[in-house]
DNA sequence: TAAAAATACTCCATAGGTATTTTAT
DNA sequence: ATAAAATACCTATGGAGTATTTTTA
């Protein structure tokens, strides 16, 4: 059976009349003729009473009338599904992010403009360590990280730089530099430090420990903490201070007073990594969003 | 677009090897391969992705793929309802009867043997006057008739005796005939009797009017009654007696007794009714099952 | 290099056309 | 007599086959 038998037949079925059907479907009747009787053959099913002078249905005609509407119903519908598919209009991106990431206001403007312009698109979001979402994009699990570079290992990975973003010192509401409105780098030479496992998250730490060598000392660190959030919780109970990207000042636990740095600006990066050979038009819709959102904030 | 692009494509999309899936499909791989361009250039849409060493579906082509598959289920199960409609399995009978066709217990049996032995055929049930009944039946709104003969016009119309029904005398509770075991028709040549209107029920009025016709005396009519069981009403009240099918017994509003006829026994009949030219199995199904519960009450 | 898809052709099955007959009213 | 479906026969499109080349890991 091919569909020309359904969209025959219903034609038959909707003029009870073998020679207009065959007009409407500009061929012949005889060809019709045959057509029909193949399909009846083929179900070994009447579907047209042929008895009388005007034809008629059978009931296993109307049956088959009525389902053959709604399977052609169903091709058209497939159609449009699989051309909106290939715009990007329907369909799914999966998002991680860092957690760090997850403050900065960038990422939830991205993700309100990608919802807002392709409401078909299911989105869904997940928190790993950046050192995780590498390997969750490479393997298919993600499509999209916003992440902080470097990326542990970035073979078969684009990273998109969305923002460069100052880091600043945060201190204990009580701390000597609390109320600074900026304070240099070499200032913290003498302090605890508060910083994150390298392990789980490189780029951050590396870029501290670097500057504060640059600026001729290297950071006593009094504890490591698992989460960037727990960090500032332990900058609260004043276990110690910690440098962190300023968007982290949305986070205010108790006391924490965040100071920028004076003296040779000190950022984090933040960008979108996705696989560098991603086709699907979802994900690099998602892409090209979080960029526009990107140059909104910018311009 | 036919089946055969949905069908190949799923094979495709199952396999992830166009070499694989024209093997499934007992076809070489060229054609597969030459389908599947041809069904993406209709729906101009790319369907798989062929960049890489093994090949992937597109989004759209994730899409189709759970859209063809759908469509190819609903294929087969369209064949399977077709199958049962011939069959008479499912579909739709209408049935009607006249009012007092309506207090036979043959009628009600026949109705649950067969949603019993049809649970998916859909029965629909009208009360229509004799005289209508015909109409509807030739017109096609109605396909079978639980009528009493002779219709008033039976052209087109088959009709199988299903049942003839002894006549019995219906008076009041204190009538002087009321203790009876049985009476003679000649007995009722003085009474009053309530009868329904001839041109809505021929022929109970024929048959009642002639057989006393030949006990010689003509009935006195003092009363005409739109329908049976106001008949009855009407007797219970004293206005006079009638002469009723047996299977009014069921029908005992207030007291009226029910006394059967001696002498040559009066009948009525008891029919189905349907077109000539019928053609749907499940109505035949239903005449069928109507037989059937006749036999096994008659047996 | 090996495995798989694409290309180039050939062939033939069958969808569709034309002419005509049969059927039902 | 007429309108419509069925039959008979023919044509040619395109689906499928074989052989080969191209591509990619």
New interface residues.
Partial sequence: ????HLRYFLAVAEELNFTRAARRLNISQPPLTQQIRSLEAE?????I?R??YRIAL???????AA??A??LA??R???R??????K?A??RVRVGFTESASFNPLVTSALRAFRAAYPEVEVSLEEHPSTELAMELREGRLDVGFVRPPLREERGLTFDLLEKEPLVAAVPGGHRLARRRSVALKELSGETFILYPRAVRPGLVDEVVSACESAGFTPRVGQHAPQLSSTINLVAASLGISIVPASMRSLQPGTVVYVPLSGKPLHALLGAAYRV?E????VLNFIEQARAACGRRAG
Avoid at 43 to 47: G, I
Avoid at 81 to 86: F, I, K, M, P, T
Avoid at 279 to 282: G, I, P, Q
């Fill in positions: 059976m091919e569909l020309r179900l070994a099913v009447a579907l009473d008895s009388t059978t009931d296993a005609g109307r049956v088959f389902e053959a709604r399977i169903q091709v519908n497939a159609v599904l699989a051309r909106s598919a290939a990007g329907i369909g050979d086709r699907s038009s979802v």
